[in-house]
């Protein structure tokens, strides 16, 4: 690990302030033996019709009664962050369904105001929305374009904030509630793990999700998609995220570095939990190279993180037991 990260076992002792993120982690550990011992691994051709209506898997709803049927949040009166009203999209493709976003509308998809499902096909069942004739993964950027489009012409009245994120996120809402709370829908900036290269303004990591006000999107969609040179108004190979940044450059669109909490860890998240805590350099060197803040360690795994990427299936059920009920004992 590299010499500038803090070790979480100084003087041969777990800090106390380390041992409940060390025993949630140890329980994320504990999920790969469960996987194997289970069998979860799913075929990636697996059809839609092994599924219950187009729903959690059958092999599956043993671990999602297990650990709880849906999640539900207690409104209290004085939980005025409740308030804030989130849209959340999410980027999907037809054979990601019954495997992966079957799994982030049982989990945290729900618990967003509205969630969007966008795929290359119409699916009425799912429901999945088709924005664009591109397909695949390469074309990220005709999708998500286009759905904020969509969502500007629809819906940007009805809601605050408007989150982009893939079939592979993770997103704790509640924690994203309580950030948006503070921060102004009118003011011209938007939220993300804040990358620097390629772009002079940074842009934000695509997998870890980002998200921006009403005055944002309006900036991008009327501006940015109408004037700026960096917004290609169809199919671009490169990668969707920088495009963003780029787009929200041309439009006056700030990214914010403002994404940590109290003590410096990041509340956006590249990469899954245990994989943040525990970063193989030698594997993902840039991501030290593309960040601005600290990593890894004591810089990992905020009680107040916002998202984590590369969460696959079954993965999304025991984060969200982690996170809303297991947590609720350690803390």
Known sequence: MCQNIPSFFPSGAIRKKNIKVFVIFLFLFVLAFVLTTFNLTQNSNQSLSRTNS?????????LKNFISA???????????WRQVRILCFVITYPKNLAKQTVFVRNTWGDRCDKT?????????????????NYTGHKQLWAKTRNTLELIYRQYISLYDWFLKADDDTYVLVDNLKKFLYS????????????FSPFVKSGYPSGGAGYVMGRAALKQLVTVG???????????????????????????????????????????FHSFSPQREFIIPWEKIGFYRQFSI?????????????????YVHGPEMLFLDY??????????
């Open 183 to 194: 921060k102004n829908t009118t003011k011209l900036e938007f939220y993300g793990k804040f």
């Open 293 to 309: 803040h600290p990593l890894g360690g004591d810089y990992c795994c905020s009680k107040d993180a916002i998202s984590y990427h």
């Open 225 to 267: 998609f109408e004037v700026g040179p960096n917004c290609p108004p169809h199919s671009e190979p490169k990668a969707e995220d920088i495009l963003m940044g780029r787009c929200m450059e041309d439009s006056g669109v700030r990214l914010s570095k403002e994404t940590v909490d109290e003590g410096g860890r990041e509340l």
């Open 70 to 80: 849906k999640y539900t949040s207690q409104v209290r009166k004085d939980e005025k």
């Open 116 to 132: 969007l499902y966008i795929s290359d096909e119409a699916n009425s069942t799912f429901p999945t929305i088709k924005v664009t």
């Open 54 to 62: 187009i729903g959690i898997p059958n092999k599956f709803l043993y």
């Open 322 to 331: 982690l996170f809303h009920n297991m947590t609720k004992v350690l803390l």
